[in-house]
């Protein structure tokens, strides 16, 4: 931590120390992201997922240089500390790692182009991913990503691909990185056509063998009804979530894991109901198998909602997964685009059997946003 402060007043002295020439192209950036997460698990009747009560906040300031706009151009290179605290929890958990990352971004007309490089929040991605791909505990514990991700936006498109490099070489570590990416279009002023995939490379480390590739795509069509029936929300998303898994040492060659997700959301006076509706089979097949040490590949191999499991058993037919949320979402009377709270509760259903619960509150602040408005 006193390194860190010691950094960060040197990039105030060196800005500060600038001649007036400089300053009129250079100037100090910052910016701050804030998240509080409670997240109450009544889940005693799954087999997925255990009961527990998740707690905490975390803020991430950051200060960096910015190279003011020149040709639809900009540059910005940031440091910063992610700082979070599980209530209740040790103590010396509280620094969870340093940020700092390169961004450019450049107006090239009707294009939009973003380049972040280094480790950036992960907060900075914007397509949409099904929970099949990210938790909702992974989102909170995992706010980072190291690596580079590239955005292009259009009038009527975004598009972004990303690389994580999760883990390295080590003697107990496996070499694991992601490559992700999403993208969405609109067809016709109510529907748009999207996508969203990763490839996740599950590597060595030096006493676990064996390499394991986890790829998962899922196209979709989306809906928007809202500006023609007048209510806040009414989104509609039908997809295919199809998965292309292989244990090249202990496996027995690819396995395809497939199913059919519908997501139905409708928001007026604040309040909402969410329903996301998924039919297939297992979508973690490798979920209880183990590497030469005898470790289980489990949530380190599969970072989704374990719920898509379907069946604990390995069984290989279809199952139905129904995941159904009422919530809450004040109008801050224009202050949406930076602050967020929502109020909610979860109900998961698993082949028509209900399995609990979780009511969630969660906070967001986002300064960055109130900065770009």
């Not at 910005?76 to 340093?98: H, N, P, T, Y």
């Not at 909702?136 to 498109?157: C, H, T, W």
């Not at 970072?303 to 037919?317: E, I, L, Q, S, T």
Request: glycine share 10%; hydrophobic share 40%.
């Amino acid at each position: 931590m006193k390194r860190l402060l010691v950094i960060i007043y040197l990039l105030v002295v060196a800005t500060s120390l600038h001649a007036a020439d400089s300053l009129k192209t250079v100037s100090l950036a910052y910016d701050v992201d804030f998240k509080m997460n409670f997240d109450n698990r009544e889940l005693y009747k799954s087999e997925f997922s255990r009961s527990m009560t998740i707690f905490g906040a975390r803020v991430t300031p950051s200060i960096g240089l910015s190279v003011l706009p020149q040709a639809g151009e900009e540059h910005k290179v940031m440091i910063g500390a992610d700082v979070m605290k599980d209530f209740g929890g040790v103590q010396s958990r509280i620094l969870e790692e340093l940020t700092l990352y390169y961004r450019m971004q450049k107006d090239l007309g009707d294009t939009d182009l973003t380049l972040y490089a280094g480790i950036f929040p992960r907060s900075r991605t914007t397509g949409d991913y099904s929970p099949a791909f990210f938790s909702d505990s992974l989102l909170f514990y995992d706010n980072n990503l190291e690596g580079v991700m590239l955005q292009i936006r259009r009038p009527k498109a975004s598009f972004e691909v990303a690389c994580d490099w999760m883990g390295q070489y080590g003697p107990d570590r496996r070499e694991k990185f992601m490559v992700f990416s999403a993208g969405e279009g609109e067809i016709l002023p109510f529907m748009s056509l999207g996508y969203a995939g990763y490839l996740y490379h599950f590597a060595n480390s030096y006493t676990q063998k064996g390499v394991v590739d986890n790829i998962l795509l899922n196209p979709y069509l989306k809906f928007d009804f809202a500006d023609a029936i007048g209510l806040q929300r009414l989104n509609v998303r039908l997809g295919w979530l199809q998965g292309l898994q292989n244990d090249r040492v202990h496996g027995n060659g690819y396995v395809f894991p497939s199913g059919g997700e519908a997501d139905l959301d409708i928001m007026n006076w604040n309040v909402g109901v969410r329903n996301r509706l998924f039919c297939g089979t297992d979508m973690m097949p490798l979920y209880n198998d183990k590497d030469n040490t005898g470790i289980k590949y489990g949530p380190e191999l599969y970072m989704g909602d374990p719920f898509y499991r379907v069946y604990d058993d390995g069984n290989d037919g279809m199952g139905i997964y129904d995941r159904l949320e009422v919530y809450y979402e004040p109008d801050f009377k224009g202050s949406s685009k930076y602050i967020n709270i929502r109020i909610g509760a979860i109900f998961h259903f698993n082949s028509m059997k209900y399995c609990g619960t979780q009511q969630m509150v969660t906070v967001r602040f986002n300064l960055q946003s109130l900065l770009n408005r």
